[in-house]
Structures are given as C-alpha cells and as structure tokens.
C-alpha cells in the first residue's frame, strides 16, 4: 500500500485494535459506538451537548472512525470539561471550560465556520483547528465573493493578501483557507465581546513518527512555515505545533503526563 491515507488509517485502526482487543473495527475502520473512540468513554456525556448543537452529525457517523479528527480532538481535550484547571496550553492556565465545534462567525452572511475547540481565560482566547489525516488531501483556497474589502475592514493587510491571491494559488496540503476564515472569527468575536483579550489561532497536526520520510508531510511542514512568516505581523498569534509536541510538554506536567502517555500510545504510530 503506497498512499499514504491509507497506510495511516491502517496503521491507527491496527494500533486501536491492539489496545481495545474485544472491540470490532470494520473494514472501513469504524466502531459500532462512538463512545467507545474515547479514551474514557463516560467523557462522552461531557461533551454531547457541543456535538449536539451543530446536529450531531459528528456523533452520528464521523466520531465512530478510528481515524476520526473529532474523536482525535475530543480524546485530548474532553477531560477538561470536567478538570479545565489542570488544563495547560501553550504555557497558559486557567481557563474555564472548552467548547467544541464552535461557531465563530466572520461577520460575513452565511453558514459561520466552525473552530474544534475554544479555549478562554482572564487574558487570551484559543481557538484551536486541529488535523488528523486532512492534511494529506490537497486542496486549492476558495473564498466566495462576500470576501471583500469593502465587507471585511479590519483585515489586516497580511491576511488580505490569503485572501487576493487566492485565485491564483495552487492546491496545498495546508488548508489556508480555513485558517483565514478562523482568523476573521477570532478578530469578529473580540469585536463583539468588548474585551481586550489576546486572540491566539493555534494549528494543532497529527504527524507520524517517521513523517520526516514521507513526501506530503514535508511538503505540509513546508507550506506550515511559509504561511506562519506571512502572518507574523498579525495582531492574532497564529502558532503552529504538532500532536506529538503536545505530548511531550504534557509529559512534563505531573497533572497531565499520563494523559500524554496514553494519547502517545493511541496516536504514535508509523506508516
């Protein structure tokens, strides 16, 4: 099996299945319970009401994947629904209760994107978009004709230019586009709450443990790079870090470090 999606799926359904042996993965890789994708699944009764409010569509078929992006983000991040004060991010604490799949309009009509999970404290707000294996499709950047100017006035330069060049951009492993539009919620959410508050967009991305030998992922890391020195001006903190990078400054926490070991021990895998 030479692509890559494949040999990671088959290498996280192979890595579920050795840690959950009386658990049935189909052939397409999905359980017969979205619950049973966590790693406690009375975490599940944490997070219901998030999933719910979108339609759970989610719940009803894309969580019950092995090689789901939403259990992925929810299998480190739901505990915190019930113990936010041990959570620790990026060096920050203190947060209240994270919000999955939340909405951040762009002031912009139409159906808001959606943010994975949402972190607030005294000082900051964490709007995290987080990746599992989407970042081995390519896709081309696509905004509609609303992203203007003229609709969009405090754009700052940096991300406007995302935004002109688009039509001109060939397809990347990076879904720029997104990013883009996570950025103009963040900006459009501070605007209506009034508050100064630093906004922080962070790109949390699976990678395996040999990622360095495969083509797409350096091709990703790359284009990650490139993006992250176009918007360094940006009153929005775009930061960039690895699931892996995660663990390991988990790890150095005594609260967190066997939460760390046992998504390690789920997601660390090489295809």
């Keep these: 099996m030479t692509d890559p999606v494949g040999r990671a799926q088959q290498m996280l359904w192979d890595r579920y299945r050795e840690l959950n042996p ?5 052939r397409k890789g999905y359980i017969d319970d979205f619950k049973k994708n966590l790693l406690k699944p009375e975490w599940m009764h944490l997070i219901i009401e998030d999933y719910d409010r979108i339609g759970g569509r989610e719940l009803e078929w894309k969580f019950r994947a092995v090689h789901s992006s939403a259990s992925l983000t929810a299998n480190h991040f739901a505990r915190f629904k019930q113990d936010p004060d041990r ?3 990026l060096g920050r604490s203190g947060f209240g209760l994270p919000i999955f799949e939340k909405q951040l309009p762009t002031g912009l009509r139409g159906i808001p994107p959606n943010v994975d999970v949402f972190f607030e404290n005294s000082e900051c707000c964490i709007a995290i978009e987080s990746k599992l294996l989407e970042t081995l499709s390519p896709k081309k950047p696509y ?26 951009a060939l397809k990347g492993f990076l879904d720029t586009a997104q990013l883009v539009k ?26 395996p443990a040999n990622s360095s030998e495969i083509r797409e992922f350096q091709e990703h890391d790359w284009e990650l790079g490139e993006f992250k020195k176009k918007v360094s001006g940006s009153s929005v903190d775009f930061i960039e870090m690895s699931y892996p990078e995660l663990w390991e400054a988990w790890s150095k926490e005594p609260s967190l470090a066997d939460h760390a070991r046992r998504l390690d021990e789920r997601y660390s895998v090489e295809i």
Excluded at 143 to 168: F, Q, V
Excluded at 183 to 190: D, K, R, S
């Design 22 to 26: 009386d658990i049935d993965v189909d």
């Design 143 to 168: 905004y509609s004709r609303s992203y203007c100017k003229e609709k969009l006035p405090t754009c700052e330069p940096e991300w406007w230019e995302l935004i002109e060049s688009a039509s001109g």
């Design 182 to 207: 996570h950025y103009l919620g963040l900006l459009h959410h501070l605007q209506k709450i009034k508050i100064n508050k630093k906004p922080i967009l962070l790109y949390l991305y699976w990678k």
């Design 87 to 89: 959570l620790i991010l």
